[in-house]
T-cell receptor, first 115, second 115 residues
Framework: NAGVTQTPKFQVLKTGQSMTLQCAQDMNHEYMSWYRQDPGMGLRLIHY???????DQGEVPNGYNVSRSTTEDFPLRLLSAAPSQTSVYFCASSYPGLAGRETQYFGPGTRLLVL | QQPVQSPQAVILREGEDAVINCSSSKALYSVHWYRQKHGEAPVFLMI?????EQKGHDKISASFNEKKQQSSLYLTASQLSYSGTYFC????????????????FGKGTKLSVKP
């Protein structure tokens, strides 16, 4: 199993450009999430999905869009990139369990620089 | 509400012990601990559940005091491989009732182990 994979590993964008960060998992996990990590801030939840076709906002959803058409894939879209979106983005997945006890498995991350 | 970790950073010599604390202003039902090495994804260490449970992972153990709304991570006889940033996380409850594995992470404690 590859686990959680993310592409690209690194990306440079200009302000106003759009792009999609890809995330895939081969563990048949129902739940998938996106976090961003900024220096000294920890990881913050952007959006998450509880299954194909079902998504919800997390702590910091503004400027990001998601959809989930398959169990395996959960792309994150930046419609108009801003310098404030410069960050490291992590995708994570987990399987259903007792509430609050599910373990998340993280992908290797995408480093995004917006100029 | 983001859990508060202390200290922010610790420098140890090999073989020394350390304690990392994680506290919350909200009632805690579970606390998750992760370790992240530089440039890598966070890796799950353990979950502590309501009830004062203690757990161990190699020479790393943790406790959970629900009355104090606090969890502590104990690193005993530290090794060079323990270096990294340690995060605690508490469940994020969104639209769909449960947490779906999603967490609100603390800002992290950077642990450096020197030879």
């Amino acid at each position: 199993n590859a686990g959680v994979t993310q592409t690209p590993k690194f990306q440079v964008l200009k302000t106003g450009q759009s792009m999609t960060l890809q995330c895939a998992q081969d563990m048949n996990h129902e739940y998938m999430s996106w976090y961003r990590q900024d220096p000294g801030m920890g990881l913050r939840l952007i959006h998450y999905s509880v299954g194909a076709g079902i998504t919800d906002q997390g702590e910091v959803p503004n400027g990001y869009n998601v959809s989930r058409s398959t169990t395996e894939d959960f792309p994150l879209r930046l419609l108009s990139a801003a310098p404030s979106q410069t960050s490291v983005y992590f995708c994570a997945s987990s399987y259903p369990g007792l509430a609050g006890r599910e373990t998340q498995y993280f992908g290797p991350g995408t480093r995004l620089l917006v100029l | 509400q983001q859990p508060v970790q202390s200290p922010q950073a610790v420098i140890l010599r090999e073989g020394e012990d350390a304690v990392i604390n994680c506290s919350s202003s909200k009632a805690l039902y579970s606390v998750h601990w992760y370790r992240q090495k530089h440039g890598e994804a966070p890796v799950f260490l353990m979950i502590l559940l309501k009830g004062g449970e203690q757990k161990g992972h190699d020479k790393i153990s943790a406790s959970f005091n629900e009355k104090k709304q606090q969890s502590s991570l104990y690193l005993t006889a530290s090794q060079l491989s323990y270096s990294g940033t340690y995060f605690c996380g508490t469940p994020y409850y969104g639209e769909y009732g449960g947490s779906q594995g999603n967490l609100i992470f603390g800002k992290g404690t950077k642990l450096s182990v020197k030879p």
